[in-house]
């Protein structure tokens, strides 16, 4: 069942998005060779915290830390460590959440290390533009699936390929609600979409193979080739004046 959220509740949630946005911002200034996933782990707790919001990663579902750092051919779910050093020509991806009040917000980008290769310049920007696409889509009377085909039918326009092993999803009191939010399909299938609906839409995005691993630490999944990966998201509301982004800067 979508849970809608009503005007209340969405300020909530957007209380929570300026939050996750702040610290994603700050991480984009932390970001450089040398710096380990850790201290960009221990950055994002200490931003959060201080904001009077709580982490909404550690300890769910047993994961370990509070950001996700993802680095390179490696999806999701990268697990921080004071022995894993970013390095000159790295892109990371950085994933985190913050709960406000009971309420979530769910958000990530991916970062260049310095100077990057021009082909993983390209990639970030088209899942970057690709979750753009998709959030247009967020609108009263669209189906679910019109945003997962506008994220897949850019992102596939470039030559990328779209991650089907991990989705998007509904988003509020809990940080996983109803419903699925896929980056690929054909258009015009799932719920419809009504005023108070929140998600969290997330393209992964692969410069080869969409298929994916999960390692053994049970959490970090990667490319199966291992060619690099990138991943964007937003929380986004649907109102009856159009898609609203939470967590917006």
Request: glycine letters at 12%; one cysteine or more.
């Amino acid at each position: 069942m979508i849970i809608l959220k009503s005007p209340a509740e969405i300020e909530k949630m957007k209380a929570a998005g300026k939050i996750v946005a702040g610290a994603l911002d700050g991480l984009r200034a932390v970001v450089r060779p040398g710096v380990t996933t850790a201290e960009l782990d221990a950055f994002a707790e200490d931003y959060i915290r201080g904001c009077g919001a709580v982490p909404a990663f550690k300890g769910y579902m047993g994961y370990p830390a509070t950001v996700c750092a993802s680095i390179n051919e490696e999806v999701v779910h990268g697990i921080p460590s004071r022995g894993r050093a970013l390095k000159e020509g790295d892109i990371v991806g950085l994933d985190l959440g913050a709960v406000v009040d009971g309420y979530f917000g769910d958000a990530a980008i991916t970062v260049p290390v310095g100077e990057i290769a021009k082909e993983l310049r390209v990639l970030l920007d088209v899942t970057e533009a690709s979750l753009l696409k998709g959030i247009e889509k967020a609108i009263v009377g669209n189906r679910v699936s019109d945003i997962s085909h506008a994220v897949q039918a850019y992102a596939e326009s470039f030559g990328f390929s779209v991650v089907t092993d991990f989705v998007g999803h509904g988003i509020g009191r809990r940080l996983h609600e109803e419903p699925q939010v896929p980056n690929f399909g054909p258009p015009g299938q799932g719920a419809r979409l009504k005023a108070g609906t929140t998600l969290a839409i997330e393209p992964m995005i692969n410069m080869g193979t969409a298929h994916t691993v999960v390692l053994d630490d049970g959490w970090t999944a990667v490319t199966l080739d291992r060619r690099p990966s990138a991943h964007f998201e937003h929380t986004v509301a649907v109102t009856d004046d159009g898609p609203v982004i939470l967590t917006a800067v």
